[in-house]
């Protein structure tokens, strides 16, 4: 994971670990040991003795470096590509002219709900010029949000909150408002909103293992009872809360997981043990307001960066890691050694480097080759002219291709785009994720795997038009396309081979039960990323923020530390529903099923 890190300062030397270099292969590559802290860094005696490899500098590897460090830690990260993971951003090659910027690009859009509380604090204690509480002040709350329908009138929600600003509103938007309520109303029947109303309220009372258990192992499409159901009902409550969102299907989607995901968030609407609004996004491009301060910030405690690194192999030997096979930029193989490794990488890139023996020394190794990982991918468009779309995210819920997306330039206060980014005619970015690549489209009827990256956009575009502008209001034109910029870990589509070097995990009935601890069974050798089992059952930069606190903290006892441990703030628990909780574990115990539950 991932910002480009060959101008931060390196830091060579330290103590080797314990078992010294593996070989590789024939030969032993040459050794690299993980750095140790130059003078001044700040570092006590003791502690920078202990010297520590984070393998992946995403939101998991950067957090795991930036508490290890506050704790006198020496650490090193290694990155095959560029610092910030699935979270960074980039400018689109070549499109900056007379002295602009290229154009801002991302893997996705970013949003951190109130739901959020580790992240956030994190985001407090990166620095960052002129705000009081750092990074996080970066944060801005869009004021509404859409669910874009197609072929009906847009649902359109207001997202207050303290010193909130509604938008100016016109009567022909109170009148589209209102027709999309009535339509909704009449389109899903009294009787499924109150069916999924009491299914809510079944889950809101289930205690622990009730919801570890049948819940777990229910699909959320079987738990809302969709499949006899009107379209409506289906689309807006069973497919667009888990595709749109969570990149899962609603008939394979664990029901844990997604009502957990809703219950978090209608209480963060209502105010309850939130960090802020619902839906918050940061006020500029995701590495000028939060990853290049970040590295900074870690640069200044000490810790080293090295990109261009691949982990091949985490060698294994007398029942500890005893280094870590590499390639180095330039293609080389090396062994890095360090007293202690936290891979921070993503699943479907960290069982790769897993031998037999290391699985043998840890089952739960073994059962990260049952998680399973989709296409959840963003795509960006760039206007010569400002669509009049919703002033915060839109939710397309009734596209093939389950599209999300928002209108950036509106947020980002500190910028003029035309005057900072491209070629001075681009005014605004409209960033979109696609969350389902396997679905046939509406041009050519293909899945978009089988697209090229150009049909790709002009399916996506055509689908954006098809849920924006359907209603007599053109909010898209195609005069107004400047040009669009697809993720460039996208590969191979349209040759029946396609590749996604940043996949997502997906939550399928089940796979809770898979997701590994953050330590393992190996002393010297934990796990961090958005795989890894945390409370909140989703694979989100909040999770994989938990998860490295969860693999320091493991350190921390391992090496038997007097630092601090990192604090881990679980989701919020509203206490007048403890009694409900309690009372449905006597129920469960008993075989009977939930108080509230008519099937």
């Not at 739960?364 to 009049?388: H, K, N, S, V």
Request: proline share 7%; aromatic share 8%.
């Amino acid at each position: 994971m991932e910002a480009s890190g060959s101008t931060r300062r390196t830091f060579v030397a330290g103590a080797a670990a314990a078992g010294g270099a593996v070989a590789a292969g024939s030969a032993a590559p040459p050794a690299v040991a993980a750095t140790a802290p130059a003078p001044g860094g700040g570092r006590s005696t003791a502690a920078a003795l202990v010297t520590v490899a984070v393998l992946g500098g995403g939101v998991a590897g950067l957090t795991a470096a930036h508490e290890l460090a506050e704790r006198g830690f020496a650490v090193t990260v290694y990155e095959r590509r560029a610092l910030g993971g699935k979270a960074r951003s980039m400018g689109v090659p070549g499109s900056g002219r007379g002295g602009r910027a290229e154009l801002p690009a991302e893997h996705g859009f970013r949003f951190f709900p109130g739901i959020y509380h580790n992240l956030p604090d994190t985001l407090r204690r990166i620095p960052f010029p002129g705000n009081p509480r750092g990074v996080w002040d970066n944060l801005v709350a869009p004021p509404e949000m859409v669910m874009a329908r197609t072929g009906k009138e847009d649902l359109r929600f207001p997202l207050p909150w303290p010193g909130h600003q509604p938008p100016d509103l016109t009567l022909d938007d109170l009148r589209r408002a209102l027709t999309a309520l009535v339509e909704t109303l009449a389109a899903i029947p009294a009787w499924e909103s109150a069916h999924f109303v009491n299914r809510m309220l079944v889950f809101l009372t289930s205690c622990d293992e009730r919801r570890d258990g049948p819940w777990e192992d229910r699909t959320w499409w079987d738990f809302t009872g969709a499949a006899r159901m009107s379209t409506d009902y289906q689309r807006l409550l069973a497919i667009g809360v888990t595709r749109n969102l969570v990149a899962t299907k609603a008939e394979e989607a664990s029901t844990r997981t997604v009502a957990t995901l809703m219950e978090a968030l209608i209480l963060n609407g209502l105010g309850r043990g939130a960090d802020g609004p619902v839906d918050r996004i940061l006020n500029a491009p995701t590495n000028e307001a939060w990853i290049d301060p970040w590295v900074d910030h870690l640069t200044s405690l000490g810790v080293g960066f090295r990109i261009g690194w691949t982990v091949r192999e985490i060698a294994y030997g007398s029942g500890r890691v005893t280094g870590i096979v590499a390639e180095d930029p330039a293609g080389a193989r090396r062994t890095i050694t360090a007293d202690h490794y936290v891979q921070a990488m993503p699943v479907e890139h960290a069982r790769r480097t897993w031998g037999a023996a290391l699985r043998a020394a840890d089952p739960q190794l073994g059962r990260c080759d049952r998680l399973r990982t989709d296409w959840m991918t963003g795509i960006q468009f760039y206007l010569t002219e400002r669509a009049p779309l919703v002033n915060g995210h839109f939710n397309c819920v009734d596209s093939p291709w389950s599209l999300t997306g928002i209108q950036q330039a509106g947020h980002w206060p500190g910028h003029d785009f035309t005057a900072d980014f491209g070629d001075g005619s681009v005014v605004d970015c409209l960033s979109v994720d696609i969350s389902e690549w396997d679905r046939p489209g509406m041009l050519y009827g293909r899945t978009a795997k089988r697209c090229t990256p150009e049909q790709v956009a002009r399916e996506v575009w055509a689908q954006l038009k098809a849920a924006l502008n359907d209603t007599g209001r053109v909010r898209l034109k195609d005069g107004a396309l400047h040009s669009w910029f697809l993720d460039p870990g996208v590969s191979g589509l349209g040759t029946g081979n396609p590749v996604n070097e940043d996949e997502l995990l997906v939550h399928p009935v089940g796979t809770r039960r898979n997701r590994p601890q953050a330590v393992t069974a190996v002393p010297n050798f934990f796990l961090a990323g958005d795989y890894v089992s945390v409370d909140i059952d989703l694979a989100t930069m909040e999770g994989a923020n938990a998860s490295a606190r969860a693999a320091v903290n493991g350190l921390l006892d391992r090496v038997g530390s007097t630092a601090r441990r990192c604090v881990i703030t679980p989701l919020f628990r509203p206490p007048e529903l403890e009694a409900a909780k309690r009372h449905d574990r006597v129920r469960l115990r008993l075989g009977l099923p939930n108080l509230f539950d008519l099937g």
